[in-house]
């Protein structure tokens, strides 16, 4: 992760341990929503946790900070993150 970013073994090794933790803790499994502004990322927050917790518009940003919402599915708790888009450096 030296450019910053972390390679697909290492977010799925940094997974792993998370889910791990939080079996051992009963602490809730984090779940980070990630993708390119605008596609729904909130919309789906909003499904998942069958809430209307995060603001969904056509404008693009509307997002900008970090919104969670914890959720127990069959007594496992699960803390899901809703973020803002990611876009590449040279893009910003």
Known sequence: ATDGFYSDEEAREAARRDAE????????????????PNVGKSSLLNRL????????????????DVIDQDVKVDGKRYLFLDTAGVRRAARV
Request: hydrophobic residues 40%.
């Open 21 to 36: 933790l939080s079996q051992e803790e009963d602490l809730p499994l984090r779940v980070a929503i990630l993708g390119k």
């Open 49 to 64: 946790t069958r809430s209307e917790r995060a603001i969904v518009s056509d404008i693009a940003g509307t997002t900008r």
